[in-house]
């Protein structure tokens, strides 16, 4: 098994430019969430779902978008990236009974 | 406001000992507790959890404790091993698997 898969693990942006980051999972987890780390913040929830067709917004939403078409896929796009969405960004996924969540390997963003 | 609080950054060990991560959180509705490990340039890992309805779970070399009344838990690593040098992440979260907040995160280095 694959597990929980980020495309692609690096990106650098320009300032107003959009892009989605891609996660796909082969678990059959209902739950599917992105997180952000940055620096002394810890990781923050931005969007989660808990089944195709179902999202939620989490801590850090603002200039975000998602959707779940499937199971298997949670895409986050970034509207019109900015300096403050340089980040590391995780998807993770997890069966709704937990016990806990299966990450990615992450992708890092740079916005100039 | 961070609802899950690890207030030391960094932790240094000798192998062999015992190793004690903290954490405090302030959102008394939070139910289930979970620690990650996490390497460099990896996504954070699934080490173990704990219900609110128990005190103490045990597994391997990892034992969480729960003090519900002082809004308290702890991650004890006996004995410490140089492979257990990784940034520890402690979560919380209630009613279920959304919206699970992460603290900030304490690495840890076991010194051979």
């Known amino acids: 098994n694959a597990g929980v898969t980020q495309t692609p693990k690096f990106q650098v942006l320009k300032t107003g430019q959009s892009m989605t980051l891609q996660c796909a999972q082969d678990?059959?987890?209902?739950?599917m969430s992105w997180y952000r780390q940055d620096p002394g913040m810890g990781l923050r929830l931005i969007h989660y779902?808990?089944?195709?067709?179902?999202?939620d917004q989490g801590e850090v939403p603002n200039g975000y978008n998602v959707s779940r078409s499937t199971t298997e896929d949670f895409p986050l796009r970034l509207l019109s990236a900015a300096p403050s969405q340089t980040s590391v960004y995780f998807c993770?996924?997890?069966?709704?009974?937990?016990?806990?969540?299966?990450f990615g390997s992450g992708t890092r963003l740079t916005v100039v | 406001d961070q609802q899950v609080k690890q207030n030391s950054p960094s932790l240094s060990v000798q192998e062999g000992r015992i190793s004690i991560l903290n954490c405090d959180y302030t959102?008394?509705?939070?139910?289930?507790f979970l620690w990650y490990k996490k390497y460099p340039a990896e996504g954070p890992t699934f080490l173990i959890s704990?219900?609110?309805?128990?005190d103490k779970n045990e597994d391997g070399r990892f034992t969480v404790f729960l003090n519900k009344s002082a809004k308290h838990l702890s991650l004890h690593i006996v004995p410490s091993q140089p492979g257990d040098s990784a940034v520890y992440f402690c979560?919380?979260?209630?009613?279920?698997?959304?919206?699970?907040?992460f603290g900030t995160g304490t690495k840890l280095q076991v010194i051979p």
């Open positions: 959102n008394s509705m939070f139910d289930y």
């Open positions: 678990m059959n987890h209902e739950y």
């Open positions: 779902s808990v089944g195709a067709g179902i999202t």
């Open positions: 704990i219900s609110s309805i128990k």
């Open positions: 979560a919380a979260n209630s009613g279920g698997y959304q919206k699970v907040t």
């Open positions: 993770a996924s997890s069966r709704l009974g937990g016990p806990g969540y299966t």
